[in-house]
């Protein structure tokens, strides 16, 4: 402190002040101790369930000793199918919000709806996917019924995330295409979105994770059984997926080793979300090197 | 060759021609010395209507699932076709607490109660903790435990809600009965309300750090230079000049709240009488009756049933009309966050 300042607050204040100080530590600090905790226990619990046979065995239904082989696949390939569905559609509403909508009705009108989709509850999704796609398109309870209503938790994710992206390019960029000729749609083919693409590509991998670990909207689409040949690429059968499993034993309760089971997949599910997650962290690091 | 297909593609697709209101393309000459081909044209011309499409489709899908909800929920309270089961006034659904589907009582106001409990209790514990945690990351914090707290909360987001399910089911639920109820089972609003709040604590955290962030410095600096501590000028100057972002945090994570299923679903115990149970319980306080009784929710009674109830039956279609009442709280609060908007520009 400079020596000129003659004023100092009261003692009562400077103790406040310390404590609240000392206050904002300890909460932040407790934050990541509750992660810990979190993530320790998950693991902990899900170790000695995991092996090489939990992860390679197909799930029982009334005896010990299952495993989650089908589920994984499950898992990814319904991820992969809902976004191969969001993501055109994700990338042109993102694009037109972005470059073509304006500044005005319009561009706040789809916003609104964007907001609303995003905070949409899940359950209300799966029932809105149950009565369209399961019951009045009679697919049933299968891989295509859960594809399509995950689609619809993706689709606002990916617009808002490539709206954000292309917003970002620099108009330099854009101008210079023009300049050169290129029409709107060459420019933002070929310079705007390539100059997007990682950060896209970042938002991407987090729908990714979110999609991968939704259950309540695939309990109610894409069911809670699985084929039983591995593996099954059919979009017509049902396709239980980690999420959907660990519910579903734990609440089904027929299972003798029900918990252990539970505990393995949380497991599974928590490294994989790790690994997602660093992976975001060097995309990210990727494009901040690449943008200086 | 001016013939009519090429006026056609001349002029402008709709009424509201996009390019028009661009800066970019409005700085440009009129008629271009160069011209592309046809099929370049042609693409140009068309293609942002199928990006208006892709942005229409999701206009529709808001009204879409509105549609389809009400549609079916509607069952429950009109004799519509293909409702094989006796109908209900909106009285006894809504202004009732007697809920005993067997009998014929479907009053939901048990799982509305339960809902904003829990959602209440959840925000409770978030939104003081949130904020307080979001002054810390923009005010307080050294740079390395900025980009901590910002992968803690990242992290934590990330969970999926089952996942929290599990770790209420098999660690918190067995240790707090241990350590405080003598054993007694956990499950109950408490439980529920701490699990929620660390899910929606990451939005609350991330929104009021963006919040703190992004007022003037001069607000800080003035204050401290009238002599203030850095903890005087949080709590009498950034709080209250970042209130309605703040209250827009806090919103948005009631949102999330209000709508959360499986995690809540798999430790509040999934009773629909528990305002009886409540009531009849007399050997602890009130308050241990209402943190620890076995309860449900609009969300939970979902999950629940969803499964068990057949297709036209009044009490699945009523089911529905939960959802829709979902869906409608979710509209009102998006809506409650733009009006908060409104007001930080005014």
């Known amino acids: 402190m400079p020596a000129a300042i003659s004023y100092r607050p009261r003692r009562l204040s400077r103790v406040t002040d310390r404590v609240m100080r000392l206050a904002l530590w300890g909460l932040a600090?407790?934050?990541?101790?509750?992660?810990?905790?979190?993530?320790?226990?998950?693991?902990?619990?899900?170790?000695?369930?995991?092996?090489?046979?939990?992860?390679?065995?197909?799930?029982?239904?009334?005896?010990?000793?299952?495993?989650?082989?089908?589920?994984?696949?499950?898992?990814?390939?319904?991820?992969?199918?809902?976004?191969?569905?969001?993501?055109?559609?994700?990338?042109?509403?993102?694009?037109?919000?972005?470059?073509?909508?304006?500044?005005?009705?319009?561009?706040?009108?789809?916003?609104?709806?964007?907001?609303?989709?995003?905070?949409?509850?899940?359950?209300?999704?799966?029932?809105?996917?149950?009565?369209?796609?399961?019951?009045?398109?009679?697919?049933?309870?299968?891989?295509?019924?859960?594809?399509?209503?995950?689609?619809?938790l993706n689709i606002p994710v990916i617009t808002r995330v490539t709206e954000v992206s292309l917003l970002a390019v620099p108009r330099e960029l854009k101008e210079a295409s023009y300049g050169l000729g290129a029409t709107r749609l060459q420019t933002i083919l070929k310079v705007a979105l390539p100059y997007a693409a990682t950060g896209i590509l970042t938002g991407l991998v987090l729908t990714a994770g979110r999609a991968f670990g939704e259950s309540a909207i695939l309990v109610f689409t894409a069911g809670t059984n699985t084929s039983q040949t591995f593996p099954d690429f059919r979009?017509?059968?049902?396709?239980?997926?980690?999420?959907?499993?660990?519910?579903?034993?734990?609440?089904?309760?027929?299972?003798?080793?029900?918990?252990?089971?539970?505990?393995?997949?949380?497991?599974?599910?928590?490294?994989?979300?790790?690994?997602?997650?660093?992976?975001?962290?060097?995309?990210?690091?990727?494009?901040?090197?690449?943008?200086? | 060759m001016p013939d009519a297909s090429d006026t056609l593609l001349d002029a402008p697709p709709c009424a509201s021609d996009p390019t028009r209101e661009s800066p970019v393309v409005e700085s440009l000459p009129k008629e271009p010395a160069f011209r592309h081909s046809r099929l370049q044209r042609l693409a140009d011309r068309w293609s942002h209507l199928l990006f208006l499409t892709c942005g229409l489709l999701v206009v529709a899908l808001i009204g879409g699932i509105l549609y389809f909800l009400a549609a079916r929920?509607?069952?429950?309270?009109?004799?519509?076709?293909?409702?094989?089961?006796?109908?209900?006034?909106?009285?006894?659904?809504?202004?009732?607490?007697?809920?005993?589907?067997?009998?014929?009582?479907?009053?939901?106001?048990?799982?509305?109660?339960?809902?904003?409990?829990?959602?209440?209790?959840?925000?409770?514990?978030?939104?003081?903790?949130?904020?307080?945690?979001?002054?810390?990351?923009?005010?307080?914090?050294?740079?390395?435990?900025?980009?901590?707290?910002?992968?803690?909360?990242?992290?934590?987001?990330?969970?999926?809600s089952v996942v929290y399910g599990i770790f209420g089911l098999m660690v918190v639920l067995p240790w707090v009965s241990g350590k405080?109820?003598?054993?007694?089972?956990?499950?109950?609003?408490?439980?529920?309300?701490?699990?929620?709040?660390?899910?929606?604590?990451?939005?609350?955290?991330?929104?009021?750090?963006?919040?703190?962030?992004?007022?003037?410095?001069?607000?800080?600096?003035?204050?401290?230079?009238?002599?203030?501590?850095?903890?005087?000028?949080?709590?009498?100057?950034?709080?209250?000049?970042?209130?309605?972002?703040l209250l827009t945090a806090t919103v948005l994570g009631l949102g999330r709240a209000i709508g959360e299923a499986m995690a809540i679903q798999m430790v509040i115990g999934n009773n629909p009488q528990w305002i009886a149970l409540m009531r009849g319980a007399t050997d602890q306080t009130p308050?241990?009756?209402?943190?620890?009784?076995?309860?449900?929710?609009?969300?939970?009674?979902?999950?629940?049933?969803?499964?068990?109830?057949?297709?036209?039956?009044?009490?699945?279609?009523?089911?529905?009309?939960?959802g829709l009442l979902l869906y409608l709280m979710t509209m009102g609060i998006i809506l409650a966050t733009r009006r908060l908007g409104r007001q930080r520009n005014a």
């Open chain 2, 73 to 160: 929920g509607a069952g429950a309270f009109l004799p519509l076709a293909g409702n094989t089961d006796k109908v209900l006034t909106l009285k006894e659904v809504f202004l009732s607490a007697d809920w005993d589907p067997n009998s014929g009582k479907f009053g939901i106001l048990p799982f509305i109660a339960g809902s904003l409990s829990v959602t209440g209790l959840a925000l409770l514990l978030a939104a003081p903790t949130g904020i307080l945690t979001g002054v810390f990351i923009a005010k307080l914090a050294p740079g390395w435990m900025k980009t901590l707290m910002r992968q803690v909360m990242d992290l934590l987001v990330g969970i999926p």
């Open chain 2, 180 to 245: 405080w109820l003598s054993d007694s089972p956990a499950a109950g609003f408490a439980v529920s309300a701490a699990i929620l709040a660390v899910m929606i604590v990451p939005t609350i955290v991330s929104l009021s750090t963006d919040a703190f962030e992004s007022l003037p410095l001069a607000l800080e600096e003035g204050s401290q230079a009238l002599g203030s501590t850095r903890w005087q000028a949080i709590w009498h100057v950034l709080i209250p000049a970042a209130r309605p972002r």
């Open chain 1, 235 to 292: 979009l017509t059968v049902p396709g239980e997926t980690l999420s959907v499993h660990l519910w579903y034993v734990t609440s089904d309760g027929t299972l003798p080793d029900a918990r252990e089971i539970a505990a393995g997949t949380a497991a599974v599910m928590i490294v994989v979300l790790l690994v997602l997650n660093l992976s975001v962290r060097f995309l990210d690091r990727f494009i901040r090197r690449r943008t200086r």
């Open chain 1, 29 to 152: 600090l407790a934050f990541i101790a509750v992660l810990a905790v979190f993530v320790g226990a998950i693991l902990k619990q899900g170790w000695p369930v995991l092996n090489l046979g939990f992860l390679t065995r197909m799930p029982e239904t009334l005896d010990a000793g299952g495993g989650i082989k089908p589920e994984i696949f499950n898992s990814l390939y319904l991820v992969a199918l809902s976004l191969a569905i969001s993501l055109p559609i994700g990338l042109g509403a993102g694009i037109y919000m972005a470059e073509y909508a304006g500044q005005g009705r319009i561009l706040r009108f789809l916003r609104l709806c964007i907001e609303t989709l995003a905070a949409t509850p899940s359950i209300v999704l799966a029932l809105f996917g149950m009565i369209v796609f399961v019951q009045m398109m009679g697919w049933s309870f299968s891989i295509r019924s859960g594809a399509v209503t995950l689609a619809l």
């Open chain 2, 287 to 322: 308050v241990l009756r209402f943190l620890f009784t076995p309860a449900a929710t609009l969300t939970t009674e979902l999950v629940q049933e969803l499964p068990n109830t057949a297709a036209g039956s009044t009490w699945n279609n009523l089911l529905f009309a939960m």
